[in-house]
């Protein structure tokens, strides 16, 4: 059974924290995986989320109970207030399902697992380039996938004409995977115009919609700011289609490693014939199917936390300065890695460094420059040229503009 296994290659990007952990040089710097790390290069752990742990800790009927199959409560209507907004038409007219998820990545899973489910056979649409996981999310469970075009590389900027005129050739009623905010490798998002002439041509189609929206309120440290594709989606597309949204609490909670996420499904304002309400019924009940065989029952502990931040006025305030103390120190780290570029006279424009948002850069250096910065300089990236601008801090910055001048140079 077993001696035919194929070995695959390691994860490209955990592969870069286990080829550091080796490195013994004494100055190193991790621009790999995206999490936050504070002006010392640390974790941060958010005081909205030590509070709510406390809070926890503290309640009588603080325990480890399972959830039920759908989740914590508290989280999912949370969760869907933060994404869809206040002033939801959704919400106001009870056309949303969620559930809780193992972060985006296991929403994400929900996403495909149930689109074959219900028999859906056409391709997957993802941006090119884009998060290395969708790709693998969606073939696992079956689906092929193709790309529409984004980045442009002579202008570092969005292919705006290649994206809508490949949304166009699409097949009627394919799947289009679009990023909320704060598009991962890039760093790239679509302004409001072009949000909307891109969200105009999906819903001349008829293509479904899968938002994933795992860096909300980490990007501009607004949660409304970064929302505003999803809503404009919502406005535009809820006519006839449905809308699928698959939402990450690992960033803009710094809870990472504890899987806090939700699935919502946004239902369409169909006309009288529709009995919205059995439909709803019957998709929450794949929906719990999926979870029960997959993970029984999602986890409890960062759920807690997470609506206990959405649910406490006094943390929910606190979380959104926090956001604000994380989107702030990687937009000055972004500003003074380009200044020092530029007084470096590092060949090139670096401007799409600042312009770019959220956690990532895409550089602009090969995959050649990228191996030099690892082998000279100990600095780690990944081969794309996507740089963590969270791994930059104070002590750092100036030694990797230095090091990126020297690969750029030479
Ligand atoms: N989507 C995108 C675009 C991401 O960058 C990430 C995190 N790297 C995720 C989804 C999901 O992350 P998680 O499963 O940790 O919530």
Known sequence: LLNNVELLPPDALFNIKSRLAKDSRPVKVDLGIGAYRDDTGKPWV??????????????TDYNHEYLSIGGLGALTQGASRVLLGDQSTALKENRVVSVQSLSGTGALHMAATFLAKVGHDKLIYLSDPTWANHKAIFEMVGFKTATYPYWDPATK?????????????????????????AHNPTGLDPDHDQWTSILDAIVEKDHIVIFDSAYQGFASGDLDRDAFAVRLGLEKLSDASPVIICQSFAKNVGMYGERAGCFH????????????????????????KITRSELSNPPAYGAKIVATVLNTPELTNQWHSDMVTMSSRIIKMRHELRDHLVKLNTPGNWDHIVGQTGMFSYTGLSAEMVQRLEKEHAVYMVSSGRASIAGLNSSNVEYVAKAINEVVNH
């Open 46 to 59: 958010l005081p909205s989320v030590r509070k709510a742990e406390k809070l926890i800790q503290q309640s």
């Open 157 to 181: 900027s969005l292919d705006l004409q290649g994206y809508v005129s490949a949304i166009k050739s699409a097949p009627q009623g394919s799947i289009f995977v679009l990023h909320a905010c």
């Open 265 to 288: 499904v946004v239902f369409p304002r169909q006309d009288q014939s529709v009995d919205t309400e059995k439909v709803k019924a019957a998709v929450t009940s794949q929906l719990a």
